[in-house]
């Protein structure tokens, strides 16, 4: 009778080791899985806030008290510039349409009756943009300037590339950072749209086809104040005459920048002044860039 006793005693403590082992494992099992639950998800949120955060399109605006570019004094009074543009996912390529509209006027002659004529600066630009690295990008855009274009005597029609019409041309650009600092960039015209040709001898037309390259390189910078200093020259390799210049190639655009943010209150403004100076039509400007959004 002991011994029988003895043995259940002994069975039934080795089935009870056997629960509590079989429990341990069991909560060890479901641990693992809660934490690997717990792990997936917080994953899948992680992918779905990346999911959320990239935003195809995007637009821009901007407040100027002028509007230079290359060298030129496109506007010389306050104007008013947005974009519109979209990215892609991997951020490589960009497609986009700028436009500016002048504040104030500018007077242009009316070819027909010799008179003055008062219009606002008009633009709307076509640009798309592929990086192919951090480094290295090009660009493509269409310049379409139609300011004056009726009040001067012409007929506007947006998409003409006429070569004596005088307000679209196409750009092809190229950059390429050598350092995080320093910027290579170069843009050619082509079609000789909007005058970058010259009169031949015997009244032809021979395309330009000019190149513009720019040195810019930030040499300070300290908190959110950043200095850079930048010069550009152009020049064609058919014609005397450039886009550019009147009788040959010349440096055009020499300055520098300083980029800031202003705060107010809770808004955060960028802002960039630039000093430039053009040799070949003996020109300085002091311009000031409000970023609104």
């Not at 005693?9 to 639950?37: E, P, Y």
């Not at 605006?61 to 030129?72: A, D, R, S, V």
């Not at 990215?87 to 010799?114: H, M, P, Y």
């Not at 009788?247 to 520098?256: A, E, L, R, S, Y």
């Amino acid at each position: 009778m002991r011994l029988l006793l003895l043995n259940a005693k002994r069975a039934t403590s080795c089935v009870s080791g056997k629960s509590q082992k079989l429990r341990n494992l069991s909560f060890r099992i479901t641990l693992f899985c809660s934490l690997l639950l717990s792990l997936t998800l917080a994953s899948a949120q992680d992918d779905m806030e990346k999911e959320d955060d990239y935003k195809p399109f995007n637009a821009g605006g901007h407040l100027k008290n002028m509007h230079i570019w290359h060298g030129f004094v496109v506007h010389p009074g306050a104007m008013f510039a947005t974009n519109l543009e979209y990215n892609s996912r991997n951020e490589k390529f960009t497609f986009g349409v700028w436009g500016g509209a002048g504040l104030t006027t500018v007077d242009v002659i009316n070819k027909n009756t010799g008179e003055a004529a008062s219009a606002h600066y008009q633009e709307f630009s076509i640009y798309t943009v592929y990086r192919f690295s951090d480094k290295f990008f090009a660009e493509a855009v269409t310049h379409n300037n139609y300011t004056g274009v009726e009040e001067r005597g012409d007929k506007l029609r947006y998409w003409s590339y006429d070569k004596t019409q005088g307000y679209n041309f196409v750009d092809i650009n190229f950059g390429y950072n050598v350092t995080p600092n320093t910027l290579l960039y170069l843009a050619t015209i082509v079609a000789g749209g909007s005058g970058d040709y010259e009169t031949q001898a015997d009244g032809s037309l021979k395309d330009s086809w000019t190149h513009y390259f720019e040195i810019k390189s930030k040499v300070w910078e300290k908190d959110d104040y950043k200095l850079s200093l930048f010069a550009g020259g152009a020049w064609s390799f058919l014609t005397d005459k450039t886009f550019y210049t009147e009788d040959k190639g010349n440096v055009i655009n020499v300055g520098m920048a300083l980029s800031k943010t202003v705060n107010i209150g809770n808004y955060k403004m960028p802002v960039e002044v630039t000093a430039m100076w053009n040799p070949e039509k003996q020109k300085t400007v002091l311009s000031l860039d409000l970023t609104l959004f």
